[in-house]
């Protein structure tokens, strides 16, 4: 399969499940809005950008099954399947705030070998195939050069609804406030990851995800040259509990520096 040719037919299914997402953030007053549990919420917005994606993506590839947020249309296939979140930051969006992002990635027998990211914010289009580099609106990107954690800008992402490792957290963002050249929240998973695969950011990490948060970001990360692994230092995190990826230069010390307060 040539999965160059299959990433590059997906962004137009993506283009056009962004042009309705936008089109509605920009008319989102009286936005039909549903909590799925506490502090997360979908949007009829949400569910029609996932039908458009499935709708295409399926005539795409008729033998993908799929991974979807929303649940459209779950229906797995034997080799590949698409793994979908068609707004990556709802609360944003329901805010009027950037960024939110749609994520789409294609896994053969549970590997990613595409992944696409698109950002409303600022018009970005990340995107990658396997062995094929990772590239942001037709340039090709690599992660930063930052040689240690305290050279570097940290991501992360707040817990909403999963609060287990809440105190070892806490101690996290303090130990990187104070040991890094900072720390941000963005609100969108996808957005963080496909910044450090651009070299924006440094590392990120975060528990509590889905694999449509992750799928697509774990392929540019890696295509970009950069490292991605479990808080324990697995090296594929697609379906676990937490994630963590950065430059390979401060690989090692982050995730160690994670395990170290997020595992104890």
Excluded at 33 to 62: H, W
Excluded at 72 to 99: A, C, K, L, M
Excluded at 150 to 169: C, M, R, S, V
Aim: proline share 3%; glycine share 10%; net charge negative.
């Amino acid at each position: 399969m040539q999965y160059k040719e299959i990433c590059f037919s997906a962004m137009e299914v993506v283009k056009i499940a962004a042009s309705y997402v936008r089109e509605q953030h920009e008319n989102r007053q009286g936005l039909t809005i549903e909590e799925k549990g506490r502090q997360n919420f979908v949007t009829e917005v949400d569910k029609e950008a996932e039908r458009i994606l499935v709708s295409g993506l399926s005539e795409l590839l008729p033998e993908a099954g799929f991974i979807a947020e929303e649940g459209t249309n779950n229906s797995r296939g034997e080799q590949y399947n698409w793994v979908i979140d068609p707004v990556d930051g709802t609360t944003n969006f329901i805010h009027g705030v950037f960024p939110f992002a749609i994520s789409v990635a294609l896994t053969s027998n549970n590997k990613v070998v595409t992944g696409i990211i698109y950002e409303f914010g600022l018009n970005e289009f990340f995107y990658a195939w396997k062995d094929g580099g990772a590239w942001l609106n037709g340039s090709a990107i690599k992660v930063s050069d930052a040689p240690r954690v305290d050279h570097a800008l940290i991501a992360t992402g707040f817990p909403y609804t999963n609060f287990k490792y809440l105190e070892q957290f806490m101690r996290s963002m303090d130990h990187f406030m104070h040991n890094s050249h900072g720390l941000r929240r963005l609100g969108s998973a996808a957005t963080d990851i496909a910044y450090v695969a651009c070299g924006r950011y440094d590392g990120f990490y975060e528990y509590g995800l889905h694999p449509w948060d992750v799928a697509a970001g774990i392929l540019l990360v890696r295509e970009a040259g950069g490292e991605v692994s479990d808080f324990a230092g697995q090296a594929d995190p697609l379906f676990g509990e937490h994630i963590v990826c950065s430059n390979q230069k401060i690989s090692k010390e982050f995730q160690s520096v994670i395990q170290k307060i997020m595992l104890s």
